[in-house]
């Protein structure tokens, strides 16, 4: 599996939660699947480039969570003081 210091930092944040990793030609080559497993599966799917870089692609309701829960810790309404959720 694809690591890096902030992919384990999301994972350890963001339990329970299942990410897969495909390369940028894998991701290319088979697009409606994994764009369906982001989806439909809310699962979230790092696409490795060259050189170690790399994406991480999430549905838009999970974006939207994360952008709420940004607002919500922004404003001081975050759950016990933390930005993702631990339950």
């Known amino acids: ?3 890096n210091k902030y992919v384990s930092l999301y ?3 963001v339990k329970d939660t299942v990410m897969k990793v495909a390369s940028y030609s894998e991701f290319k080559n088979n697009l ?5 497993s982001v989806i439909d599966d809310n699962d979230i ?5 060259a050189k170690g870089r790399a994406g991480v692609l999430i ?3 999970e974006y939207n ?3 709420e829960r940004a607002r919500n810790f ?6 016990h003081g ?6």
């Open 1 to 3: 599996m694809y690591e």
């Open 45 to 49: 799917l790092i696409i490795r480039q």
């Open 32 to 36: 409606k699947f994994y764009l369906d």
């Open 82 to 87: 933390r930005l993702f959720s631990t339950d």
């Open 65 to 67: 969570a994360i952008t």
């Open 11 to 13: 994972f350890n944040l």
């Open 74 to 79: 922004a404003d001081g309404r975050g759950k």
């Open 59 to 61: 549905s838009l309701d």
